[in-house]
């Protein structure tokens, strides 16, 4: 815990403040795969991600257009995987300029392909500018 204080008019209170819970998603393989159809999005997205500290590995297209942004666990069957890369893309949730108790999320998955290098595959979907909302497509 870390300790900070506050001054109060009759004196110092020391009070406890909880840390902050750091994510850890650091040794995860990470590849983006655009679900979108918009041109080089997977990889503005990669450069986006790589200043944020995960590992991408690579990145694709499917032809397939996705609604919401997916995070797939190829490595393990309970999804830790998953769900720290989740925990790492998360966003507080915002009405107007006030925050919102409840984080939102990509939808997490699990489907095992252990013939891959990679431990979690980050597929773009439509809402891609919740997650990332710095990246600028070129059309």
């Not at 809402?127 to 070129?138: E, N, S």
Request: some cysteine; proline content about 4%; glycine content about 10%.
């Amino acid at each position: 815990m870390v300790f900070f204080c506050t001054c109060l008019s009759g004196g110092c209170e020391k009070r406890e403040r909880p840390e902050q819970q750091h994510v850890d998603f650091w040794g995860v393989g990470v590849k983006v795969i655009n679900g979108t159809g918009i041109n080089r999005l997977a990889w503005i997205v990669t450069w986006d991600m790589t200043s944020r500290g995960f590992n991408v590995y690579g990145t694709g297209d499917t032809c397939e257009n996705f609604d919401c942004t997916v995070v797939v666990d190829l490595r393990d069957s309970l999804g830790r995987n998953a769900h720290a890369v989740a925990q790492g893309l998360k966003v507080k949730k915002r009405m107007g300029r006030l925050p919102i108790k409840k984080d939102l999320l990509p939808k997490v998955e699990v489907k095992i392909d252990s013939s891959r290098f990679i431990d979690v595959l980050v597929i773009l979907g439509e809402d891609y500018r919740i997650f990332f909302p710095t990246v600028a497509p070129v059309y």
